[in-house]
């Protein structure tokens, strides 16, 4: 390479492409075509929701449904089922949410390193959005989701989707609703991986166990219900 590194090669050989461009040019002034389909087919609400359910399950998440009112006793319940007695929770995860959760809630924030979330037992959040036709929940570390690592450490995450409104058919739709400028992180199932011989493991990279709760109603205006959903 005539003693050029390899980041040198690639630039060098960028700006040879770019050579006859010219410098008042900006990407803006080339919009892309995007005509193409936004979703497969049409489909009611309920049946979207119904087939992001089935995608979930289909990537080995957990799926759970409950309306509002029933949120938190469903919550208490998956993580005494869970056995978990230490909590991660987002700072503006709802209060409600955990009324009546026997455990240690212990609220995101810097002092919350790597180390001491892989000590904890759980995470609960709530998302930006849920697409149907990939079965993936997408977080952008808003107010009830939090930082990234508080998803990425632990290994069970509990994931709370409203259906009425976070729920959309496909990954154009929702990239057209979610800002470039936040932190996505795409969650399709649990983490997993497979080597050479496609053996797959999963907890590599993210939660070994992923449930989702599927919220019909409002449950940002959950003020605590000890009610089984």
């Known amino acids: 390479m005539n003693g050029q590194s390899s980041r040198e090669l690639i630039l060098g050989r960028v700006r040879r492409a770019l050579r ?12 892309v075509p995007r005509d193409y389909a936004e979703k497969h087919g049409e489909r009611s609400h309920d049946a979207t929701v119904g087939l992001l359910a089935e995608n979930l399950a289909d990537y080995r998440a957990l799926v759970h449904r409950t309306d509002a009112p029933g949120l938190p006793a469903l919550l208490a319940r998956l993580l005494r089922e869970r056995g978990a007695r230490r909590v991660a929770v987002p700072a503006g995860l709802p209060a409600g949410w955990l009324a009546g959760a026997d455990a240690e809630f212990l609220l995101d924030s810097p002092d919350l390193t790597a180390r001491v979330l892989d000590s904890v037992d759980s995470v609960i959040t709530g998302c930006a959005l849920a697409i149907a036709e990939t079965g993936t929940v997408v977080l952008d570390a808003g107010p009830d989701q939090g930082s ?10 509990i994931c709370v989707v409203r259906t009425g409104d976070q729920v959309v058919d496909s990954v154009p739709q929702a990239v057209r609703r979610l800002s470039p400028a936040r932190p996505l992180t795409w969650i399709s199932g649990p983490s997993a991986t497979s080597d050479i011989e ?12 992923l449930e989702v709760v599927l919220v019909t109603g409002d449950p940002r205006e959950v003020t605590g219900d000890s009610r089984e959903p």
């Open 198 to 209: 496609l053996e797959r493991v999963e907890g590599v990279h993210g939660p070994r166990t």
């Open 20 to 31: 006859d461009v010219p410098a008042t040019e900006q990407p803006a002034g080339h919009p």
């Open 148 to 157: 990234r690592r508080l998803t990425l450490v632990p290994d069970h995450h």
